[in-house]
């Protein structure tokens, strides 16, 4: 299976190809973009025909394109969402919807970790995974809401994404290992998010859709 993959759920557009024998090839930006004003825009397109160029592969080529669904920002979440239903029904592709807090997860190390993508207002979308298994579902947390629920934690775990980042001091003085800052684990991979998707369902591209996790800071009067 030769999958398209691409996330916007964060500050940085990320994209990858990955073919049916296994060789990757992604565009993902450096963990400095997260700190910087989102362009997905203007850089979620070209990132995809960049990868898909460097792969040597054409839409008719792939047999499903999978899309990082969030939780995340809410204008990155719909210019993903959107082009994945586009570009899927232009080529007749089925999309796979992928946990953008999932594919972080996979790209960390240890037995225990915590993705946590920054949602403003003082918190973070958060997830636990223990041993490649989810252990808490998605939820929009204040951070020490998270540091409450790490207690029982038999071990410490790893934290990556731009919500650690933010929230670093509070982390490391519970205990809890943050990557460096400079550390690609910061950054929802592309290439994890396509091969997370090797086991989701094909959906109609009408079917996908953001998972917000809250509502919106703007709503019609």
């Known amino acids: 299976m030769t999958i398209l993959g691409f996330d916007t759920s964060t500050a940085a557009s990320t994209a990858a190809v990955l073919h ?3 060789q990757l090839v992604e565009n993902s930006p450096p ?14 397109l070209p990132a995809i025909s960049d990868v898909m160029e460097r792969a040597d592969v054409g839409f008719g080529d792939l047999d499903a394109i999978a899309v990082g669904v969030g939780p995340g920002t ?41 993705p946590l993508i920054d949602a403003k207002r003082g918190e973070v979308y958060a997830a636990l995974f223990e041993d490649g298994e989810e252990r808490w579902p998605p939820a929009v947390l204040a951070i020490d809401v998270v540091l409450e629920r790490l207690r029982d934690a038999a ?7 731009d919500g650690s980042l933010r929230f670093r001091n509070e982390l490391e003085a519970a205990g809890v290992a943050v990557a460096p800052a400079d550390s690609p684990l910061h950054v929802v991979s592309a290439g994890h998010l396509c091969r997370r998707a090797l086991g989701a369902p094909d959906v ?5 859709v953001p998972d917000y996790l809250r509502e919106p800071d703007a709503v019609p009067r």
Not at 155 to 161: E, N
Not at 204 to 208: D, R
């Open 20 to 22: 049916t024998d296994g």
């Open 31 to 44: 963990p400095e973009r997260l700190a910087e004003r989102p362009a997905h825009a203007s850089e979620l």
């Open 74 to 114: 809410f204008t990155g979440l719909r210019i993903g969402v959107a082009t994945a239903r586009a570009l899927a029904k232009a080529n007749e592709l089925p999309v796979r919807g992928v946990s953008s807090l999932a594919a972080l997860a996979a790209g960390m190390t240890g037995p225990l970790r915590l």
């Open 155 to 161: 071990v410490s775990p790893l934290a990556g994404g």
């Open 204 to 208: 109609a591209p009408e079917q996908v």
